[in-house]
């Protein structure tokens, strides 16, 4: 069989898609490692555009596609969907939305994967080539500590693109289960974790000088899972082909010197962490412990990140129950305060699969729900629910009011030069410019949308300048930030 699969992205803020690095849709490359030699695939990834999905998916070119999708791709999904079906090619949809949402994806397509597909896709593809594909298959959390477990056919390129950086899993799970989040549903609660020689030799098989190590949690939580990430990254450094890298991680990683310290040596030069907000009640509905218990330490932890040489990017979400419309500027003056690198704000976004979708569902908090069309509005910058002390709109407005001073203001290279200062690290500080300089790109790109969908640009009182200073790094107001980390250690490269 010719096999097409497909990363759909939403239109609606599809600059978020392809400004920046081209990062591989890695369960596209999981799944056609996993393809049996008679079979040829291809991945079609939209983050590079649309044309060619709608170009290529013809009779003839493909036997069975396959598409994946977050929430904010699924109205995406369910069009390509309707052009196999009128092309007579059978889809089958998988990914997060699918699998939380099954029964709806299932009006689309010929068939829905839930969960996992790595132990079923065999018996997928061996039911579409007789012609008889079942319309549920349904995956568990497989095990991918075995031979080959969660390997990436590094080198497949999408047909419409290059990725120009490489994608690599060393685990699959996260324990925190934010209220938010849909990742403990999808991938459990336990971190699994791959093979230690296998993740070695796709690290050193990968041809890209730079890596995202895609796993939810590097670090996670407790004792036994900084021991195996240590002991990953001592054997990266012995026997790993040199590269930079970056991953996710909690923020508890900051208080461990000696994995940061390998971290550093085994080439990581940036970790997300997903501070969310500053609030303790916040964090306590959030479900996020972890923060909660160590939210007055934030400081403390990001200097130990610095320390070692390696930057934060730090996420950050409004629209929680304690939030109103000071708390955006808040929030970035607190994050420069911190010293965090990069800083992403971005609006609270109930998805299905989380325990957020459902509750905001009952309580009736939800107004974006003429699915399967709203779903292009789950993009994380738009609010599709009604907050507790702002108004949706008002909401949107002031976060507006940040991508706006993201966009007007000249702060890039400011952040660059205070990355180098905390870090001491040449690689980290370029790493930084370039996030920062893609962050700057998509508010710019965004801008316009902004401006049409609002109908007016930000003026300039209080709350703006506050966060134009923010961006500026303002020595008057906020000289704390570029105070000199204490024993910062030896400069680093």
């Known amino acids: 069989m010719r096999i097409a699969l497909v990363n759909p992205v939403a239109r609606r803020c599809q600059g978020y898609h392809t400004i920046g690095s081209k990062i591989p849709q ?7 490692r996993l393809t049996p030699a008679e079979h040829t695939v291809e991945i079609i990834d939209e983050i590079f555009g649309f044309d060619a999905s709608e170009r290529l998916i013809r009779r003839g070119r493909y036997d069975l596609v396959g598409l994946t999708g977050y929430t904010s791709g699924a109205t995406r999904a369910y069009e390509i969907a309707a052009q196999c079906r009128r092309e007579g090619i059978p889809v089958i949809m998988g990914g997060p939305h699918a699998s939380a949402m099954p ?6 397509v010929d068939s829905v994967a839930v969960g996992e597909c790595d132990g079923i896709w065999g018996d997928i593809l061996a039911d579409a080539a007789r012609g008889g594909l079942r319309a549920r298959y349904e995956g568990g959390l497989m095990p991918i500590d ?48 791959r093979s230690i020689d296998e993740i070695i030799d796709e690290w050193n098989a990968t041809a890209r000088p730079f890596v995202f190590v895609v796993d939810d949690n590097f670090f996670g939580v407790g004792p036994q899972h900084a021991a195996w990430a240590k002991e990953l990254l001592r054997q990266i450094i012995r026997r790993g082909r040199r590269r930079l890298w970056f991953s996710q991680t909690t923020i508890n990683m900051g208080e461990d010197e000696e994995g940061l310290r390998l971290a550093y040596k085994a080439g990581c030069r940036g970790m997300l962490i997903g501070f969310e907000t500053l609030n303790r009640e916040s964090l306590k509905d959030y479900h996020k412990g972890i923060n909660r218990n160590n939210v007055h330490r934030y400081k403390e932890l990001v200097d130990g990140f610095h320390r070692a040489g390696i930057s934060v990017f730090g996420a950050f979400i409004i629209g929680a129950d304690q939030d109103d419309e000071e708390t955006v500027a808040e929030t970035a003056v607190q994050a420069v305060k911190l010293g965090i690198d990069t800083i992403q704000i971005t609006n609270l976004t109930p998805l299905p699969g989380t325990r957020m979708y459902e509750r905001f569902l009952k309580e009736g908090r939800l107004f974006a729900t003429n699915y399967p069309q709203d779903w ?22 002031v976060i507006y009011e940040l991508r706006h001073a993201a966009a007007e203001t000249s702060w890039v290279w400011l952040r660059t030069l205070r990355t180098l200062w905390m870090t001491r690290s040449l690689t980290s500080a370029i790493f930084i410019h370039g996030m920062n300089k893609g962050w700057k790109r998509m508010a710019r790109l965004q801008l316009p949308r902004d401006e049409e969908r609002f109908g007016f640009t930000p003026r300039r009182n209080a709350r703006t300048e506050k966060i134009r ?25």
Do not use: M
């Not at 029964?103 to 689309?108: C, F, G, L, Q």
């Not at 693109?161 to 324990?175: E, I, K, N």
């Not at 599709?384 to 949706?392: C, T």
């Open 26 to 32: 890695l369960g596209l490359q999981v799944l056609a």
């Open 103 to 108: 029964d709806e994806a299932a009006r689309h």
């Open 146 to 193: 075995g031979p080959g477990g969660g390997r990436a056919a590094q080198d497949l390129q999408p047909v419409n693109g290059r990725y120009d950086v490489a994608a690599l899993q060393t685990s699959r799970g996260c324990p925190v289960g934010c209220e938010y989040c849909s990742v403990t549903r999808f991938n459990g609660a336990p971190i699994r974790r």
């Open 376 to 397: 292009e509005r789950y993009t994380f910058v738009e609010t599709v629910y009604h907050p507790r002390r702002i108004s949706a709109q008002k909401l949107d407005e």
């Open 469 to 493: 200073d923010a961006f500026r790094l303002s020595l008057g107001k906020y000289a704390a930030a570029w105070e000199k980390p204490a024993d910062p250690g030896p400069s680093v490269a």
